[in-house]
């Protein structure tokens, strides 16, 4: 696919944005929903009524739910190089 424009509407308002792939199109214009998802969310269960502070606490939740996964990553990674570290060791006795 060759770089085409598209238009991801967040909080009603049109961003003009270029894709290089179908695969990046789809992931924009889910986030896009995400976005407008989780403001209305805000906007149904707390007191906020500013656009710019409801796009700021989706902004914060997103950002949350970003670390939190790559904490978790990482953590994976680590203990994937302590099995690793574990299993060379154990073949290592093994075969002495």
């Given at each position: 696919?060759?770089?085409?424009?598209?238009?991801?509407?967040?909080?009603?308002?049109?961003?003009?944005?270029?894709?290089?792939?179908?695969?990046?199109?789809?992931?924009?214009?889910?986030?896009?929903?995400?976005?407008?998802?989780?403001?209305?969310?805000?906007?149904?269960?707390?007191?906020?009524?500013?656009?710019q502070d409801?796009?700021?606490?989706?902004?914060?939740?997103?950002?949350?739910?970003?670390?939190?996964?790559?904490?978790?990553?990482?953590?994976?990674?680590?203990?994937?190089?302590?099995?690793?570290?574990?299993?060379?060791?154990?073949?290592?006795?093994?075969?002495?």
């Amino acid at each position: 696919m060759k770089e085409q424009k598209i238009t991801v509407n967040i909080s009603d308002r049109p961003y003009r944005l270029t894709v290089r792939s179908e695969n990046e199109e789809h992931l924009l214009r889910r986030a896009g929903t995400l976005i407008d998802e989780k403001k209305k969310e805000y906007a149904n269960n707390f007191a906020y009524k500013d656009q710019q502070d409801l796009l700021a606490m989706v902004a914060l939740q997103l950002a949350v739910d970003y670390i939190g996964y790559n904490d978790k990553v990482n953590h994976y990674d680590i203990l994937k190089k302590r099995l690793i570290d574990v299993d060379k060791s154990l073949t290592n006795i093994l075969e002495d």
